[in-house]
């Protein structure tokens, strides 16, 4: 769906629960409507060990839908012990991109690449965590994830966060707009639940 992707601002909302296996995120545009959804998909005897394991180990799959529940992308991540590799695939399943996650100490950095394994992008994280400058491969800045904060009682007593993701209104390449509204769902996914 274009339309979704063509948009330059959108906000990233988790779904409030004290006591979750899965997240799940709303997408909403600009004008505070409600654009999309994000749900994380685990079976059950995932659930059942991750009482036992790390969640931030378990693979991950999470698919962006519109609200018709149209697939638009879909995350899927294997287990990871260290740094995490996540493969962005459209909605009819096809591999577009991947993100890596970089050892960079007391920064947050990941790496976009192509299918044909070219580095697309580049996210850098300030010393906190919460916001992220996205550059192309010739250090051209692409768009801009930050938090927002909810207020400080919600956020002390859950693990929701919400982020405003700008996408610079000249990047027309359709795939590096995937993966920039992709990488806030998994930057939420492995800073936040590690």
């Known amino acids: 769906m274009a339309d979704f992707f063509e948009r330059n601002t959108f906000f990233i909302d988790e779904k ?4 979750k296996f899965t997240n799940s995120y709303k997408i909403l545009g600009e004008e505070g409507n409600q654009i999309g959804i994000v749900q994380q998909k685990m079976s059950t005897g995932y659930k059942l060990l991750s009482l036992l394991l790390h969640k931030g180990m378990f693979p991950m799959h999470l698919d962006i839908s519109d609200m018709n529940g149209k697939n638009l992308v879909s995350l899927r991540r294997g ?18 991109a991947n993100i890596n996650q970089k050892f960079k100490f007391l920064k947050a950095e990941f790496r976009i ?12 994280g300030d010393w906190k965590a919460w916001n992220f400058h996205i550059t192309d491969d010739k250090d051209v800045e692409m768009g ?7 207020g400080v009682a919600k956020e002390l007593f859950t ?19 995937k993966a920039i509204i992709a990488s806030a769902i998994v930057i939420d996914m492995i800073l936040k639940e590690n």
């Open 144 to 150: 801009v994830i930050t938090k927002k904060w909810a």
């Open 16 to 19: 409030v629960a004290v006591l």
């Open 79 to 96: 287990w990871s012990f260290f740094m995490s590799k996540i493969s962005i695939l459209d909605g009819n399943g096809k591999p577009i």
């Open 159 to 177: 693990t929701a966060d919400k982020y405003v993701v700008s996408i610079r209104p000249e990047l027309t390449d359709i795939v590096k707009r």
């Open 113 to 124: 690449f192509n299918t044909a394994g070219a580095q697309i992008g580049k996210i850098l």
